[in-house]
């Protein structure tokens, strides 16, 4: 693991609401929002909501602006719907929300992808940023991807950016 320029000193607990977007999966099936679940609470953070929504653009930007109104939210980590395919449609709800965007994450994360799965990670469109004071992150929805996301980038950078987010 890499050094941190400036190291956090104080370790928080981080409220995240964990988002399946996906026309077929169901609680049982859903590999990828419970590993995403699994890590989070491994890592002491708290899974404040649980959904599995539809891939409609107006569901994911609902779901979005309500959660967003959740004191009790400080992140929101979605999985799916972010390939080319027609009803691939997470990212363009996420990014038409955004009001500021991480292009580190998707441009990393295509990177790290690049060296596991080859030329096939220039179709992924992974997406982070911040809307109503909450940090956003749309992963693709396969558990290798989810993986990937949550150990490589979100969980070793998100306490850092909450508390970012929370600086004046």
Do not use: W
């Given at each position: 693991?890499?050094?941190?320029?400036?190291?956090?000193?104080?370790?928080?607990?981080?409220?995240?609401?964990?988002?399946?977007?996906?026309?077929?999966?169901?609680?049982?099936?859903?590999?990828?929002?419970?590993l995403i679940q699994d890590l989070l609470l491994s890592a002491h953070h708290l899974i404040a909501d649980y959904q599995i929504i539809k891939d409609e653009p107006?569901?994911?930007?609902?779901?979005?602006?309500?959660?967003?109104?959740?004191?009790?939210?400080?992140?929101?980590i979605l999985n799916g719907g972010t390939g080319i395919a027609p009803r691939d449609t997470t990212y363009d709800a996420i990014a038409n929300l955004l009001e500021?965007?991480?292009?580190?994450?998707?441009?990393?994360?295509?990177?790290?992808?690049?060296?596991?799965?080859?030329?096939?990670?220039?179709?992924?469109?992974?997406?982070?940023?911040?809307?109503?004071?909450?940090?956003?992150?749309?992963?693709?929805?396969?558990?290798?991807?989810?993986?990937?996301?949550?150990?490589?980038?979100?969980?070793?950078?998100?306490?850092?950016?909450?508390?970012?987010?929370?600086?004046?």
């Amino acid at each position: 693991m890499k050094s941190h320029p400036h190291p956090d000193t104080e370790n928080i607990t981080v409220k995240c609401a964990v988002v399946t977007v996906s026309d077929t999966r169901t609680s049982e099936t859903d590999k990828s929002g419970k590993l995403i679940q699994d890590l989070l609470l491994s890592a002491h953070h708290l899974i404040a909501d649980y959904q599995i929504i539809k891939d409609e653009p107006d569901k994911i930007q609902a779901y979005i602006e309500s959660i967003s109104k959740n004191q009790n939210v400080d992140v929101i980590i979605l999985n799916g719907g972010t390939g080319i395919a027609p009803r691939d449609t997470t990212y363009d709800a996420i990014a038409n929300l955004l009001e500021k965007t991480l292009p580190g994450f998707g441009e990393i994360f295509r990177f790290l992808s690049y060296q596991e799965i080859g030329s096939r990670a220039i179709a992924s469109r992974a997406i982070a940023g911040i809307y109503r004071n909450q940090l956003i992150f749309s992963l693709p929805g396969s558990s290798n991807a989810v993986r990937l996301g949550m150990e490589a980038l979100i969980l070793p950078e998100i306490v850092h950016l909450v508390k970012q987010m929370q600086t004046e």
